[in-house]
């Protein structure tokens, strides 16, 4: 394997490290709180709602810690080193339910654990981003490294959403944490110790705090692509937490058939991923982004008529292409940013702004704390022991009626933002 495709598979199996965990945690924590252990939807709705002020509160100090850390390991090493067992204990505690627990200490118990996995995977995945624009410095290769990064992810979704619903029937949610955490902390790990980080020169001045705020108050670049990518978030996340009451409500099957719902979904993007990535070296970045993002709006209007698991797997395959798409071009836009703060204040402060971007991310959870409360509200769907008279109804509007609003304002947001050509000719044409 030739270095620098050693060096992206390196940091890309990161990737599918860093997902694994978190995902299970957000796709399933509904179904198995409300739907099982009898947490309401209220209920759920203000959690989601609470952590979302919280998740958005610290990411900004997570990053400005990891760009002034000043180790002989790095910046980012130390931070994914103690983090990533933190983190896995904290998941694997969230699925390990005390079964006397009950009522408000059970919301209490839920609350706390989905608020310490949630802040752990935010210190892990901000100096994982971070890392991104050091390790690749033009388009060309981080169009390669993150299309190999996204197929990692896609392969570890495959995993932690589409083969969970067998696996916990099988050896329940408590064995199938233990085991899902171990393996991605075991990645993540080997993501940390395989990666060479960018020196650090002793000239090179430390950011600080409240003037990198005010630049990036100020930088409209920013707010734009972090709302973009918020309104995103928010749709995928509502994605992933809804199709198992779709499957359950709408089309009337077993729990365990969601898995080729998933399976859809993320087996086409994991195929189209290099097809995004080849867009985007010949078209550009910037119209490439947009039209993924149009497309994944477009692509949830089929699935509401669908009626049976062939003509939902059929109409999940073309979310699939569309998610392939964003995922492809995001976080490209992000690494944009990054690069334009450093030339213009000759300060690295990669952390910083991906834990601002992943502080806008975090936004998301008021998009998906809403959807869930609106549920409550319009349908009557309390929980899995209240369902109330439409609950069919109800999980089509989680799934095919909400997301789509989000992704056309993501569209809508798109078109505020721009960059110059590129100065790196080497990394192909790139004129907005």
Not at 104 to 121: H, I, K, P
Request: proline share 4%; with cysteine.
């Amino acid at each position: 394997m030739s270095q620098p495709r050693a060096k992206a598979f390196n940091y890309a199996i990161g990737m599918f490290g860093t997902s694994i965990p978190i995902n299970m945690l957000k796709t399933y924590a509904a179904i198995y709180y409300v739907d099982r252990l009898g947490v309401t939807t209220a209920q759920f709705a203000l959690m989601l709602l609470i952590y979302t002020f919280i998740d958005a509160l610290d990411n900004p100090v997570y990053g400005f810690l990891s760009d002034r850390t000043r180790t002989r390991w790095g910046r980012r090493r130390p931070w994914l080193t103690i983090g990533t067992p933190l983190l896995i204990l904290a998941f694997v505690a969230f699925y390990s339910t005390p079964s006397f627990l009950a009522g408000n200490s059970l919301v209490a118990y839920c609350m706390l654990f989905y608020m310490l996995t949630g802040t752990l995977d935010s210190v892990i995945n901000a100096n994982y981003a971070a890392l991104f624009p050091e390790l690749f410095r033009d388009d060309g290769s981080r169009a390669n490294a993150n299309a190999m990064r996204q197929a990692f992810q896609l392969v570890a979704m495959i995993i932690s959403i589409a083969l969970t619903p067998m696996v916990t029937q099988a050896i329940g949610y408590n064995m199938t944490s233990i085991i899902y955490g171990v393996l991605g902390g075991a990645v993540i790990l080997y993501m940390t110790f395989s990666c060479r980080e960018a020196g650090i020169r002793p000239e090179e001045e430390q950011p600080q705090l409240w003037k990198s705020i005010k630049d990036l108050f100020s930088n409209r670049k920013f707010w734009v692509a972090g709302l973009a990518n918020a309104f995103y978030s928010a749709a995928m996340s509502l994605v992933l937490a809804s199709m198992p009451f779709f499957v359950k409500y709408a089309l009337a099957l077993s729990e365990g058939q969601s898995t080729f719902l998933f399976a859809a979904v993320l087996l086409i993007a994991i195929g189209c991923v290099a097809v995004w990535a080849r867009l985007v070296r010949r078209f550009t970045l910037m119209p490439v982004w947009r039209a993924a993002l149009i497309t994944l709006a477009v692509a949830f209007v089929p699935l509401y008529f669908a009626d049976s698991l062939i003509s939902a797997v059929i109409c999940a395959a073309l979310v699939g292409f569309g998610f392939a798409g964003v995922i492809t071009t995001m976080d490209l836009i992000g690494a944009r940013i990054m690069d334009e703060d450093t030339r213009k204040f000759n300060v690295r402060r990669e952390g910083i702004i991906a834990n601002a971007l992943g502080f806008m991310n975090r936004l998301s959870g008021l998009f998906t704390s809403s959807a869930f409360y609106l549920v409550f509200i319009i349908f009557g769907f309390e929980s899995g022991l209240n369902p109330g008279a439409q609950p069919d109804q109800a999980a089509r509007f989680l799934l095919t009626v909400f997301p789509p609003i989000l992704m056309v304002i993501s569209f809508t947001f798109s078109f505020f933002i721009c960059f110059p050509e590129a100065a790196d000719a080497s990394a192909g044409v790139e004129k907005v």
